[in-house]
């Protein structure tokens, strides 16, 4: 994105909507050394993207005419801020071996925001021989229409080998060497 579509935004609301830093701090490992955080973050990021959207509406008839119109304009935030966010869940995939797909809609990215922050918050906070005894994975997919298969294709026996990815990546952190 242009720092004159920044700028201009800026101008039109007080207010900063280059996201770039937010979105950065969102990559790597960051879900797994603080999960809370990066679910907060993403909301932050989301929110800021429909305000964001509104101050386009809101001031579309001040537009320069170097910039894009406002339909235009939209098109090109949201497609840069939904882009970043679906590299990064597809990237956190990646590292737990599971499923990447595209993400089509706000509702689908939520529902991987959310689905992903259940899962690694459960690797992160309980031991291997917990996950396995317990009912976590069978009641998350009952509650959630089977979202474990259908949309990141975990299989209960694949939770082992997530477990320890989850648990040697915060181990690298801990120890300092990222």
């Not at 001040?62 to 235009?72: G, K, M, S």
């Not at 966010?85 to 590292?95: D, F, G, P």
């Not at 689908?108 to 031991?127: G, Q």
């Not at 021989?129 to 474990?148: F, G, H, K, T």
Request: proline fraction near 1%; avoid cysteine.
């Amino acid at each position: 994105m242009s720092d004159e579509i920044y700028i201009w935004m800026e101008e039109q609301s007080g207010s900063t909507y280059d996201l770039s830093d937010d979105i950065k701090e969102l990559e790597g490992d960051f879900i797994f050394t603080n999960t809370h955080a990066w679910k907060s973050n993403m909301r932050f990021v989301l929110n800021k993207l429909s305000e964001a959207i509104d101050v386009i509406d809101d001031n579309y008839q001040n537009l320069r005419e170097d910039l894009p119109n406002r339909y235009e304009l939209k098109k090109l935030f949201t497609a840069y801020v939904l882009g970043a966010l679906v590299n990064i869940i597809n990237s956190i995939k990646q590292k737990l071996n599971m499923d990447t797909n595209d993400i089509e809609s706000v509702k689908e990215l939520y529902l991987n925001i959310e689905t992903l922050y259940d899962i690694v918050e459960e690797l992160r906070t309980n031991s291997i021989d917990e996950l396995i005894q317990s009912s976590w994975y069978d009641d998350y997919n009952n509650e959630n229409d089977d979202v474990l298969i259908t949309t990141f294709g975990i299989h209960k026996n694949d939770i082992p080998n997530m477990h320890y990815t989850v648990q040697s990546i915060i181990d690298l952190h801990e120890d300092g060497e990222e």
